[in-house]
């Protein structure tokens, strides 16, 4: 059972750039396909990006494509997310979340797919 903590989150401008991070514990790291969700005020919790195992594939909704990327360091048991541009929209707690997979280069972007999820980090940003 890993366990997930996210850090980076805080109020910045439209325009402006964050990186979150994903801290997990364990050893066994490299066998988790991970993901990033974020959920507003009144809205359900949404899929942002996904990495394969080896960081080799990454997935991205629509919303944040070309804004934002999500990496990994398998030595660091950490994952990822550099938001760039951001806006007023992006504003939500961000969640990462993972799952083991038997194979390389899958990932997933529906919330059932997830086995663990972290406490969140929350992201402002102000118009």
């Known amino acids: 059972q890993v366990q997930l903590v996210e850090s980076g989150g805080g109020l910045v401008q439209a325009g402006d750039s964050l990186r979150l991070s994903c801290a997990a514990s364990?050893?066994?790291?490299?066998?988790?396909?991970m993901g990033w969700f974020r959920q507003a005020p009144g809205k359900d919790r949404e899929f942002v990006a996904a990495?394969?195992?080896?960081?080799?594939?990454?997935y991205y909704a629509d919303s944040v494509k070309g804004r934002f990327t999500t990496s990994r360091d398998n030595v660091k048991n950490t994952v990822y997310l550099q938001m760039n541009s951001l806006k007023p929209e992006d504003t939500a707690i961000y969640y990462c979340?993972?799952?083991?997979?038997?194979?390389?280069?899958?990932?997933?972007?529906?919330?059932?797919?997830?086995?663990?999820w972290g406490q969140g980090t929350q992201v402002t940003v102000s118009s």
């Open positions: 979340a993972a799952r083991p997979t038997s194979l390389d280069g899958i990932y997933y972007s529906t919330i059932p797919e997830y086995h663990n």
């Open positions: 364990g050893r066994t790291f490299s066998i988790y396909t």
């Open positions: 990495i394969s195992r080896s960081g080799g594939n990454t």
